[in-house]
């Protein structure tokens, strides 16, 4: 009894390890493959005379949009894990409340309003876009660091303690690693935020996917919305999957539990 239901906890995941995958090389073949990606759209929209956006390459756009989403992911973390470091630690303790409600609160302000006032402090182009993307996407980081770091059993700081580790050594060979799956699991929520959001980024002139989508939502082009937000899908199903792969580098479940 117990087999059979070990087995059918096994097979949705079993399923799920080999269809993403699959729609994720499906996906890609649609991104490179133009003409594919044409008889698709055109057997979608039958009435529509344009269904492809002609003023940029689908792959050029997918490039852009990646630029920035990984520039924005990657200054949230660099802020985003040492202020959570930072407030854990007996002298940042104090700032704990302010950092959680600072960052809670630039997450409360939609990025397109972030974008319409750094415009005209930063100009139009890259840099609103990553200001606007990097405060929407800070939260996750700061928060699952902070609780990484304090879901660490007291007992086991003690012990590095009483092994004589510095402060310096118990945060790096002792929390951190404890603590490493939970800000992973930050950084890439924070990054699938991103690649979403990052749509936003073509009404400041910054490039990326949405070009495709405002383009369509102009001219009333369906096709041009669905090319834009069908690849943002794919691409936030990928890096969904590559970052639960990343995770799995800091967990490794003990046989005997799993097969519980």
Partial sequence: MSGQIHTGRVWPGRLRTLLVPLLIAAGLLLVLDRPVLEWLLRLLFPGTSEVIYPRASLT???????????VSSVAAALVGIPLGIFVTRRQGSDFLPLVQDLSSLAQTFPPVAVLALAVPVLGFGFKPAIAALFLYSILPVINNTIAGLQSVPPTVVEASRGMGMTPRQILFATELPIAARVIAAGVRTSVVINVGTATVGAVAGAGGLGVAI????????????LEGAATAAFLALTVDWIFARIERLFYAPQRGASDA
């Fill in 60 to 70: 050029g756009m997918l490039l852009a949009h990646l630029l920035l989403v990984g």
């Fill in 214 to 225: 405002v383009a369509g939502l102009v001219r009333d082009n369906t096709a041009f919305v």
